[in-house]
């Protein structure tokens, strides 16, 4: 277990699940932040992805989910992290001038307003938006998938930072 990792007892499943998301958000926020700057925006991986298009996709994926999906909010651009605007559509892209920090920052937020949720729904309400042919799922489904996504990508990015030698 990692030293920050959360133990039994953080309170109920809801609880659990925002702790687990919110010790994931900051292994990423950590592991990109330090980072010299230079690193942040280079690509060790076949598949072209930086570790701040990273950080930008996991900001824009927890609002998405959460925000866009869940509770059918107006979100100014939910594919924001598609260089294309269309999720799944080519890769993952963060203009010129986007700083880390700025975005850490935002996607600290979000994981607040994440944590407001999970407070104040039950895990069984249903999403606001539809997925397809699955229709609206509920809150719990959501948060096994943001969860899962999150490890995956810091996994990842465990790779990424091995590779450059941090």
Do not use: K, N
């Not at 277990?1 to 609880?15: N, V």
């Not at 294309?84 to 890769?91: A, D, P, S, W, Y």
């Not at 943001?146 to 091995?162: N, P």
């Amino acid at each position: 277990m990692h030293d920050d990792e959360p133990r039994p007892g953080a309170g109920d499943e809801a609880a659990h699940h925002a702790a687990y998301l919110d010790f994931y958000r900051r292994q990423l926020v950590d592991g990109v932040l330090a980072l010299p700057e230079r690193e942040r925006r280079t690509t060790r991986l076949p598949s072209g992805w930086t570790p701040l298009e990273l950080l930008a996709h996991v900001l824009h994926m927890e609002q998405r989910w959460f925000g866009w999906r869940f509770l059918g909010e107006e979100v100014a651009d939910p594919a924001g992290d598609w260089a294309q605007g269309r999720i799944g559509e080519t890769r993952w892209a963060v203009a010129d001038g986007v700083r880390a920090e700025d975005l850490a920052a935002r996607l600290v937020a979000v994981g607040e307003r994440t944590g407001a949720v999970l407070r104040e729904h039950e895990l069984t309400e249903r999403a606001a938006l539809p997925r397809g042919v699955d229709g609206p799922l509920d809150l719990r489904w959501t948060c096994f998938h943001v969860l899962q996504e999150y490890a995956r990508h810091a996994g990842h990015l465990d790779i990424v930072r091995e590779l450059g030698g941090y």
